[in-house]
T-cell receptor, first 109, second 115 residues
Framework: GQQLNQSPQSMFIQEGEDVSMNCTSS?????WLWYKQDPGEGPVLLIA?????ELTSNGRLTAQFGITRKDSFLNISASIPSDVGIYFC?????????FGAGTRLTVKP | DGGITQSPKYLFRKEGQNVTLSCEQN?????MYWYRQDPGQGLRLIYY???????QKGDIAEGYSVSREKKESFPLTVTSAQKNPTAFYLC??????????????FGSGTRLTVV
């Protein structure tokens, strides 16, 4: 099945910097989700988006559901060391949920 | 606390052996899923079940089998037919809402290694 195109694959940033990552798809989704995964653990939901154009924040995280319903981005402001991990986007349409390959974030103190 | 419990956390399999990974949830969720995760790749769907006694193949079902005899439980068996089973396996569940779904709740995963 088709997976989402998530970029960048990895990021190395300094503590305090802002981060941006995005996902695109050739298919339309009704819901976009962003997850964070710590090593050896399951992904944890960060933000869920349900409407095209929707912009949602969760603390230092902001995500948007693209107007075309084929893309989404996640921003993290003022990064801190505990932001380290792999961030996954997911698009859902009915019973079909597809995941990006993940963005591996490293934050240097 | 409600959640999904996967066990064991680490599992070692010999060549030609079948092994079963456990997934139990107390969230009263209807749908349950099994995903495989390999380094540098997204999650790939193995099997899913929307109701008890019913399940469907995902994108990479070959070499795997499942059962759904109870709403709370969705075990995955990795059979000897799966030629490259070393991976991180994630179980997830989702509640069905009239307004839509609300994303997956994931277990903490099982790392399977062939020795």
């Amino acid at each position: 099945g088709q997976q989402l195109n998530q970029s960048p694959q990895s990021m190395f940033i300094q503590e305090g910097e802002d981060v941006s990552m995005n996902c695109t798809s050739s298919s339309i989704f009704n819901t976009w989700l962003w997850y964070k995964q710590d090593p050896g653990e399951g992904p944890v939901l960060l933000i869920a988006l349900y409407k095209a154009g929707e912009l949602t924040s969760n603390g230092r995280l902001t995500a948007q559901f693209g107007i075309t319903r084929k893309d989404s981005f996640l921003n993290i402001s003022a990064s801190i060391p505990s932001d380290v991990g792999i961030y996954f986007c997911a698009g859902q349409a009915g019973d079909d949920m597809r995941f990006g390959a993940g963005t591996r974030l490293t934050v240097k103190p | 606390d409600g959640g999904i419990t996967q066990s064991p956390k680490y599992l070692f399999r010999k060549e030609g052996q079948n092994v079963t990974l456990s997934c139990e949830q107390n969230l009263n969720h209807d749908a349950m899923y099994w995903y495989r995760q390999d380094p540098g790749q997204g999650l790939r769907l193995i099997y899913y079940s929307q109701i008890v006694n019913d399940f469907q193949k995902g994108d990479i079902a070959e070499g795997y089998s499942v059962s759904r005899e109870k709403k709370e439980s969705f075990p995955l068996t990795v059979t000897s037919a799966q030629k490259n089973p070393t991976a991180f396996y994630l179980c997830a569940s989702i509640a069905r809402g009239t307004g839509g779904d609300y994303g997956y709740t994931f277990g903490s995963g099982t790392r399977l290694t062939v020795v």
